[in-house]
């Protein structure tokens, strides 16, 4: 059976026998706050729970590395939204220790994509159309500093309104433990 089939009939049970009905909410988060993290799988259900989030509680971004590249790109435009349109009052920028991001290496990248069957031409037509591949899949050297910048680009968006508090933190990925880099409200000062 495929992953797609297996998803789909364990779908068709989760309807038919109601077990949405425990996580029904609104489209607006109970506890104000957008949060963006990262991808990574051992924080599906740990940072929630480190939080003492419900479902209903936050709106939560997800990307590699909870990182703001562009100041007007997707994640920008999704804190933005979460602030005018779905009452977030503060956003908080979560980033953790071990992170796939944390030291990556463009050109690794780009040759698994090679080895993959993505043609060199292919790149190469990236690469002159203005995006630089290489700046694009690059990671960082610390989760700290990464959160730091990310907090800063929120922080100085022209839209952003100067009374939200961004904070930054790191959590540990084994243990839920949050570490405070960047604290929003002494921002607000």
């Not at 602030?83 to 796939?100: D, R, S, T």
């Not at 952003?160 to 243990?175: A, C, E, M, Q, W």
Request: proline share 4%.
């Amino acid at each position: 059976m495929s992953l797609i089939s297996e998803i789909l009939d364990h779908n068709d049970t989760f309807v038919d026998t109601k077990q949405y009905e425990e996580y029904y909410t609104t489209k607006f988060p109970d506890k104000k706050m957008v949060i963006l993290t990262c991808m990574d799988t051992r924080l599906v259900e740990l940072l929630p729970k480190s939080m003492n989030l419900r479902n209903g509680d936050a709106k939560i971004i997800k990307n590699a590395g909870a990182l703001v590249t562009h100041p007007f790109g997707s994640v920008m435009r999704s804190i933005i939204v979460a602030i005018y349109e779905l009452n977030a009052h503060e956003v908080l920028v979560i980033g953790h220790n071990e992170c796939g991001m944390t030291g990556l290496n463009s050109s690794s990248v780009l040759k698994k994509a090679l080895a993959s069957g993505v043609s060199p031409d292919v790149i190469d037509t990236i690469n002159n159309s203005g995006i630089n591949l290489s700046k694009w899949l690059s990671g960082f050297e610390q989760v700290s500093d990464s959160v730091k910048e990310s907090v800063n680009i929120i922080r100085n968006h022209p839209l952003l309104p100067k009374t939200i508090p961004v904070h930054g933190l790191v959590i540990d990925p084994v243990t839920g433990k949050l570490d405070l880099i960047a604290d929003g409200y002494d921002n607000k000062k």
